[in-house]
Structures are given as C-alpha cells and as structure tokens.
C-alpha cells in the first residue's frame, strides 16, 4: 500500500472530519435555499418594489433605518404568506408541473415546518412594523397576511373562478403599507395605486393560466380557462385590460403625478391593449406567454415611473389642472 492510500484510508477508518464538515456545510446551504424557496423570491421582488413606492410618493419622511425596517417587514410579511401558501397547497403543487419542485412535494421541507416558519415570521413582521415603525402599518400588513392566507388560499382559491379577482387583493396592499409607514394613515392616492395592482391581477394571472390550463386542471384548481373555457377567459384579459389601462391614467388627471408618468402610463398600457388584443383574436399559446412577461415589465415600469418623478423633483398634475391633490 502507498503512502497516498494509507492517508486516505486512515481517513475513511477515521471517519474523515474534514468531509463531516463539508457535508454539514452543504446541507445547512441546501437547507437554507429550501427555506428561502419557502418565501416566494420572485414574487416578493414587486411586494417590496411597490410598497417602496408607496414610501416615496407619501408626504414626509422616514429615518433611513425605520424605512428599511418598513420595507424589510413587507418583505417578511409577504415571503411569510408564502411559505403558508406552500403548506396549505402543497397537495395542489405536488401535481402542477410548474411548483412540483417546491421543497415541500420534494420531501426537503415538512409541512409543519413551512407552517411554523411563516406562522412565525408573519407575527413578527407585524409586531416588527408596529413597534418599529407605527401600528396603522402594521394593521395593514396584517391584513394583507391575513388576506392571502385565508380569503385567497383557504377560502377562494379551490372554490371559485373568481379567485384570482379578489384574491388579488392581496397583492395590491403593499402601496397602502409603505404609505402607511410614512403618514400613519391612508389617503386617496395610494388606495388608486392599490387599484392599478387589483386590476392588474386578473389579466396577469389569466394569460399564465391560459398555457398552464391542463396544470390547474390536474390539481383542481378552478381557473377560469378551466370552469368558463379558453375563448371566455380571453375576453375577460382584454376587458380587464381595457378597464385597467385607462384607470392608470387617474392618478396623473387627479393631480397626484405628472406628465412623465402620464405619458408613459399611456404607451406602457397601449403595448398592454395591444397584447390583450392578440389574446382575443388568437388562439396559440404565444400570445398569452407574451402578455405574461410583459405584465410583470409593465407593472414594474408604472412604478417605476413614479419613482423617478418625485426623485427627479417633476411637476405634478395634469395641464389645465390644479396639481397636487
């Protein structure tokens, strides 16, 4: 035997520490991936970008810290809801092509510790925003949690076609919270940018349930390509399309932004008709998966658009208009 093999069966012999060690370590990494899996990423990305908006077009200002601190509760809040999301559906996921390698139907994570993980995170969000930051905040993410988790998830979601229009409420919240952060009330204008994020919903989710249709059949998920057929569910992406695109329009005819955002809610949400327009008159899948993406862009750049405004100091309010409101 060489010296090189005795070394390396002493260390088999040994139990070779060094490779516990790295075990462990990719374990706790494995582990630790699942756990964040747990909370949604993606999703929470817009959670967080829209509740930032709703902290920046708010009158005043927060301390950097307590800011973060808001911000990082949305987040909380959100991956919380999440992760009970996961618990609550995970025999729903298990038969989805598209959430089948969510940790839960992998066997990585039980069901009880998804439970208990977003269990405690969406308490101490809430007890976080409120002693943090003040507790009309903290109200609302508490509603927002309270809203996805059992009037979307437990309630409507295997119950009705309409899941997605109310259950989308949820999702619209976040505005309401970072501006509650600021002013510890609600005003006129984020309740708008609630309503631009509700209408929104249903002609986003619709067009992913389109070209996923079979999915939410194999689970029993009563979509609406699934209970009302393809041909009704592309007539309601363009009526809600058609509703949402000039609704995004009243924040800038109220006063509350100005002509970049105006403008540029307009032409965002001319590609938005027009892609709704392929949906209604087509019948591939091409369309909707393009309408997909692009609603995320959409939403993303409304947004956005409001950002750079009040950090590029613009003039507020339509021409002919007091601004300001």
Not at 174 to 196: C, H, K, N, Q
Request: charged share 10%; with cysteine; aromatic share 12%.
């Amino acid at each position: 035997m060489t010296d090189a093999s005795y070394s390396s069966a002493s260390s088999i012999e040994a139990g070779n520490p060094g490779l516990d060690v790295a075990s462990a370590a990719s374990d706790f990494g494995a582990r630790t991936a699942d756990f964040i899996a747990l909370l949604k990423p993606r999703v929470m990305f817009l959670v967080v970008f829209t509740g930032l908006v709703g902290m920046v077009v708010a009158p005043g200002a927060l301390h950097p810290v307590l800011a973060f601190t808001a911000l990082l509760c949305i987040a909380v809040g959100a991956g919380a809801s999440g992760a009970i999301n996961m618990w609550f559906d995970a025999d729903i996921d298990a038969v989805m092509e598209r959430t089948s390698a969510r940790p839960i139907p992998l066997g990585r994570i039980q069901p009880s510790e998804a439970l208990g993980f977003g269990s405690v995170l969406s308490v101490g969000s809430v007890a976080v925003m409120g002693l943090g930051v003040n507790w009309v905040a903290a109200l609302w993410l508490a509603i927002t949690i309270g809203f996805y988790v059992f009037v979307y998830t437990m309630w409507l979601k295997r119950r009705t076609p309409q899941n997605i229009v109310i259950g989308g409420a949820a999702g619209a919240f976040p505005p309401m919270i970072g501006w509650a952060a600021v002013t510890g009330d609600i005003s006129l204008y984020p309740v708008l940018l609630f309503g631009i994020i509700f209408l929104w919903t249903p002609p986003h989710f619709w067009a992913l349930a389109l070209y996923r249709s079979d999915d939410y059949a194999r689970a029993g998920v009563p979509m609406l390509p699934v209970v009302a057929g393809e041909a009704e569910t592309r007539r309601q992406i363009l009526y809600y399309s058609l509703v949402l695109v000039p609704f995004t329009l009243v924040p800038w005819l109220l006063g509350y932004t100005g002509a970049l955002y105006g403008i540029g809610a307009a032409l965002l949400g001319a590609g938005l008709l027009v892609l709704a327009a392929q949906i209604f008159r087509g019948s591939g899948m091409a369309a909707p998966k393009r309408m997909f993406a692009y609603s995320i862009l959409y939403l993303f750049l409304l947004f956005a658009l409001l950002l750079a405004e009040r950090w590029l100091d613009l003039p507020m309010g339509f021409p002919g208009l007091a601004g300001g409101a």
